[in-house]
């Protein structure tokens, strides 16, 4: 297993036992505590991790609220797919940025293009573009989320409907191979439908987690997006996805 892998397992292993020993990480990998150590530095360095009484814990921040949760849960597999998304945003762009821990990372990625216009609800987005003033930033009105610091609501649905954008790009909270994508909120569903239906060309980001998670507001079918980001998928449900749609497997590129 690769250094990569490793950190990527030792990230979902903290997840979900809340604290693991160096010494039983360093056991279950068949490596050194050494090599593990630097594997934890490197984590800790993300923010993702933190060390605590001999071992290593999830940070403080990742009791405050369900978007700060979401941010440390597959923190390095999100980045290396938004970045890969960021790769193919050409300058001069108009792109709709939705809900969700994942686009604010797509948003960072892009942080370096020198002409683009994006739309979005996503406050977290129109902070993170911020430094950027050759990227111009144009904001939805709508329903203040206080923990996912976004708006929702008929004003956003209404603003994505005002434009026709050269790119959408979306995540979403589960996937499954009948009904495609689905939100947990039915709020955050109808904004990604509405980009979806005000785009010239769809974009999916999503990591295989999404495949396990259970939600039940349904946002559209697969056959509505064109480019599939993820981290890996399985050649089952690879064979129930339409042919149409183009998957770019991020993580190792």
Excluded at 57 to 86: C, D, F, G, W, Y
Excluded at 108 to 126: D, F, G, W, Y
Excluded at 167 to 183: A, C, K, N, R, V
Aim: charged share 20%; net charge neutral.
């Amino acid at each position: 297993m690769g250094a990569k892998d490793r950190q990527k397992s030792i990230l979902d292993w903290v997840n979900e036992q809340k604290h693991v020993e160096v010494e039983d990480i360093a056991q279950r990998f068949g490596v050194t505590t050494q090599t593990i150590r630097r594997d934890i530095n490197k984590l800790c360095e993300q923010g993702v991790l933190r060390r605590r009484y001999g071992g290593v814990s999830l940070p403080a921040s990742a009791t405050i609220s369900p978007v700060e949760n979401a941010r440390i849960h597959h923190h390095a597999t999100k980045q290396q797919m938004a970045q890969r998304v960021a790769m193919d945003i050409p300058e001069g762009a108009t792109v709709s940025l939705g809900v969700g821990s994942t686009i604010e990372l797509v948003a960072k990625a892009l942080i370096h293009h020198q002409s683009l216009r994006i739309l979005t609800n996503n406050l977290s987005v129109a902070s993170a573009l911020s430094g950027n003033s050759g990227i111009e930033v144009i904001v939805s009105g709508g329903q203040y989320r206080h923990n996912h610091h976004d708006v929702v609501g008929p004003e956003v649905t209404g603003f994505f409907s005002s434009f026709i954008t050269d790119f959408g790009i979306i995540s979403t909270g589960s996937m499954d191979p009948q009904h495609g994508l689905m939100d947990f909120d039915i709020r955050e569903a109808e904004v990604s439908r509405a980009i979806i239906s005000n785009t010239r060309s769809r974009l999916l980001v999503a990591n295989h987690s999404k495949w396990t998670q259970s939600s039940h507001c349904k946002v559209a079918s697969f056959k509505y997006v064109d480019r599939f980001y993820t981290d890996f998928i399985s050649a089952g449900k690879q064979i129930g996805l339409p042919a149409s749609l183009e998957i770019i497997e991020c993580v190792g590129a």
